[in-house]
Structure formats: C-alpha cells, structure tokens
C-alpha cells in the first residue's frame, strides 16, 4: 500500500461517485476503479457498498476512511516540514559572539532573522575569540561571530565588516576635551585591556599600535567584558581602546575619543568547514543582507 492509494480512497469516500473523483485525481475512471479493488483485495475487507447508482462506505471504510485522513495529513505535514527545514526555516543555531558583534551588527540581523523566521530557535551565548573558537573545534557552536585572526585551517574565515577604534577616557581626563587625539599621547597612561589568552588578535593589534607610537603600555587591569572595561574607565582606573561601536553603550563617566591615524578592528564569521546547516545559510544570507551594503566589505 502507498500514499497514493490513500489519496485514491479518500478521494472516492468524499465524493462517493467514482466519476467526481476521477476528475478530481485527474485521472479517468476505470483505473480509479481497479485502484480501489485492488486496496480492498489487500486489506481483505470491503470498503464500499456498490450498487448501479450510487456506492457508499461500509463499516470498514467509514473507519479507515479517518484513519487515512489523518495519515496523509501527517504525511503532508512530514512533507512541508521537510521543506522548511531545507529553506533553513524551521531548525536550531548555536551562535557564539564576542561584545564588539553585540553593539555593531548583531541587533539588527537578530531582529530581521526573527521577523523572517520566527520558528528557528536560537541560542546565543557572549564569548571571546578564543573560547569561540574552542566552541567550533568541539562543535558547540555552529558560528561565531568574532576577531581574526583564527589560526585553524578546519575553520571558514568571512570577513563582516570593520569599525575604526577609539580610546575611551574618564570624562575627568586631562585629554577628554580634546577632539582627537594620537596614540602616543597616552604613553604615560595606566591601560585597562582585555587579555591575550582571551582576544590574542585584539590584543597584539592594540600593542602593535602602541609600539608604533614609541612606547609600551602600562597595564594596570585586565578585564573581558566591555561593560566591565567602562565601569573601570569611569572609576579612573585607567584608559583603553575599543571598537567606535562601543559608543552604543549608555554609560556615565566615560567619554569617546577618535584616534587622530586611525586604526581599524575587524570583525568575522568562521564556522566549521564541514557545516551543512540550512538554517546557518539562511543566517549568512540575511548577515550579508545587512553588513554589506553598510561596509562595503567583499566577501
């Protein structure tokens, strides 16, 4: 017995007329009628009482005539459901993301993905690089959202966008009227920054740029999280630098500082290579979407 000879029966049970169904299943009418024959021979019992003029369903048919509604209702859903999750519209995705992600680009394609595909579920969670990047390798995650470079070949690389950095001073700092300000202007401050072990790339681009000014820096506090970093600022611990979209945060006691050469951090998505996920496509589609046309960064 196949699907289709379900939709042949059910077809004849709403109709009880072999000629509407036929037309119906556009098909004509003595196949439909060796069709149904050759149902009831394999179950064994009769489904329609026969006469001249008119047929109608037995005991027998009247029962599997609603069973085998609801097994192709099931089918037709099985089959849509099957469809959606190759569309990427239905499913689950891991996303990890570092804080430079949460205040640039991650609130808007957040919101768009939601508004297209309201039954995928999403689990996010904050992370730096390099716990991002362990999330991959043990398949945790399926994306991460995060600072390059990543030196792991089993890892995709896609370049999102890029922020310039600016530095962020106690709105009581000496400099913090200033309107921009140079790199080798902070030689003799105390830095707050986040560590290596946690954001190598970060980390050696923002030394990198203080070695170009002449000078290493004086860290005084370490600290992962960029709320934490700007309560630290505003306590007048020190300075730091941070991605321009850092501004999007609401916070007393600091103010923003452009850098007089600016500097850029990049921002990425990796994944593994072997990442098949529909619904991951279906989430690079609507990132591209928005990142693109705003940054001007190739894929």
Known sequence: ?????????????????????AERLHMTQQPLSQQIYQLEAELGVSLFHRTKRRIWLTDAGKVFFEESRQLLLQADRAMEKARQAARGEIG?????????????????????FRERFPQVELNLEEMTTSVQIQALQNKQIQLGLMIPPVNDKSLLVELLLQEPL???????????KEPELAISA???????????????????????????????????????????ILGLVSAGMGVSLAPASIRNICRTGVVYKNLSTPAKVN??????QDETSSVLQAFFEVIREIVQPASGIVS
């Open 1 to 21: 017995m196949e699907l289709r000879h379900l939709r042949y029966f059910v077809a004849v049970a709403e109709e009880l007329h072999f000629g509407r169904a």
């Open 267 to 272: 921002l990425a998505a990796v994944w593994q």
């Open 186 to 228: 902070l030689a003799n401050e105390p830095f707050i920054l986040v560590p290596r072990h946690l954001e190598p790339g970060y980390y050696d681009q923002c030394i990198s740029l203080f070695q170009q000014a002449g000078f290493s820096p004086k860290v005084v506090q370490q600290a992962s999280q960029k709320q934490t």
């Open 166 to 176: 600016v530095v962020v001073l106690p709105e009581t700092h000496l400099l913090a």
């Open 92 to 112: 689950r995705l891991s996303i990890g993301f570092s804080g430079f992600a949460t205040y640039s680009v991650l609130p808007k394609v957040l919101q768009t």
